[in-house]
């Protein structure tokens, strides 16, 4: 994909995400994805490590594989929700499938990234979270 294009997909102030991943080569493939973007990615290999780095950094977006060595993203998704602004979180899978889209947004989740990774959908789908999130802080100051 031409820079140009890409840049122009992209919010223009930095974005923070989490990828929880116990796979190093999910956060190398995501690292070398938001290398050509103004967006900051934070790493968690664990559950633990997720709520921790959420509980002190505000944390928009959150890339989390389905299943975890302590948890699943249901656990990240529980975790995160008792935050006052709690981020979005996107499911990640080798087998995103309907079903697990459904349980996904049924449950509360934003979305579903299918593996492997595809920049151009990874950009997308982040910032359309980023920009929702955003979205519903300005609501909120709002009410």
């Known amino acids: 994909m031409p820079p140009n294009i890409l840049e122009s997909a992209l919010p223009p102030m930095p974005v923070q995400v989490l990828a929880v991943s116990?796979?190093?080569?999910?956060?190398?493939?995501l690292r070398a994805i938001f290398g050509?973007?103004?967006?900051?990615?934070?790493?968690?290999?664990?559950l633990a490590e997720a709520i921790d780095l959420l509980r002190f950094n505000n944390i928009p977006v959150v890339i989390c594989e389905r299943d975890l060595p302590d948890g699943t993203w249901k656990d990240v998704l529980a975790g995160a929700g008792s935050f006052a602004r709690p981020p979005h979180i996107l499911v990640t899978s080798r087998l995103a499938d309907d079903?697990?889209?459904a349980e996904v947004l049924n449950i509360g989740g934003y979305d579903v990234l299918a593996k492997p990774f595809v920049p151009a959908e990874v950009?997308?789908?982040?910032?359309l979270a980023w920009l929702n999130w955003k979205d519903m802080k300005g609501t909120a100051a709002a009410a």
């Open 99 to 101: 079903r697990l889209w």
């Open 22 to 29: 116990p796979e190093d080569g999910d956060h190398e493939i």
């Open 123 to 127: 950009f997308r789908t982040i910032s």
């Open 36 to 46: 050509h973007s103004n967006w900051t990615l934070h790493s968690a290999s664990t």
